[in-house]
T-cell receptor
Framework: GQNIDQPTEMTATEGAIVQINCTYQTSGFNGLFWYQQHAGEAPTFLSY??LDGLEEKGRFSSFLSRSKGYSYLLLKELQMKDSASYLC????????????WGAGTKLIIKP | DAGVTQSPTHLIKTRGQQVTLRCSPK?????VSWYQQALGQGPQFIFQ???????QRGNFPDRFSGHQFPNYSSELNVNALLLGDSALYLC?????????????FGDGTRLSIL
């Protein structure tokens, strides 16, 4: 079967760093996406990984290890506006545009 | 540059009724996917439309059907509504091409079944 696991909820302090993990077990792999979703709003695209390693984009970085079926999203210099759910999604195969989604990690930022 | 737009924003129906949700993709996009998102869960893939045809379908019953028009806009139809159909319905558009193309989401339609 297809399965994506993320922690349900995390809490961090403004200005700090937080790492949100995602593990996946899918029939194949052709890329992993991270999205941010504020309560009551649409998911917005953050990052894409298809090769092993770290992709850095401003305060956000995403890492992938295909052999371990593992990814993480690293958020630096946390701001209150970063309070949101972070969703991990996997594309299982080329030409298959369906994304398999995790349930999301609710991140709470405290002053 | 208009993003993905969905209508209506909210909808209340009763069991057994039928509903139609609408989506206009982001300018330049030709592929539309529909998702159902229950509270506290990730989106569940319903189906994807490209060139006015259903290209892929998730594990949803035939009560869920859709359509794509020549201008790439799309509709999601749900018949014989059940209480369990209460959810946020998201439309996402993308440009068919390399698999790293991200999907862009609309704000969704919140459907409540009484």
């Amino acid at each position: 079967g297809q399965n994506i696991d993320q922690p349900t909820e995390m809490t961090a302090t403004e200005g700090a760093i937080v790492q949100i993990n995602c593990t996946y077990q899918t029939s194949g792999f052709n890329g992993l996406f991270w999205y941010q979703q504020h309560a009551g709003e649409a998911p917005t695209f953050l990052s894409y990984n298809v090769l092993d390693g770290l992709e850095e984009k401003g305060r956000f970085s995403s890492f992938l290890s295909r052999s371990k079926g593992y990814s993480y999203l690293l958020l630096k210099e946390l701001q209150m506006k970063d309070s949101a759910s972070y969703l991990c999604a996997v594309r299982a195969s080329p030409g298959n545009y369906q994304l398999i989604w995790g349930a999301g990690t609710k991140l709470i930022i405290k002053p | 540059d208009a993003g993905v737009t969905q209508s209506p924003t909210h909808l209340i129906k009763t069991r057994g009724q039928q509903v139609t949700l609408r989506c206009s993709p982001k300018s330049g996009h030709d592929t539309v996917s529909w998702y159902q998102q229950a509270l506290g869960q990730g989106p569940q893939f319903i189906f994807q439309y490209y060139e006015e045809e259903e290209r892929q379908r998730g594990n949803f019953p035939d009560r869920f059907s859709g359509h794509q028009f020549p201008n790439y806009s799309s509709e999601l139809n749900v018949n014989a509504l059940l209480l369990g159909d209460s959810a946020l319905y998201l439309c996402a558009s993308s440009l068919r091409g390399p698999s790293n193309q991200p999907q862009h989401f609309g704000d969704g339609t919140r459907l409540s079944i009484l």
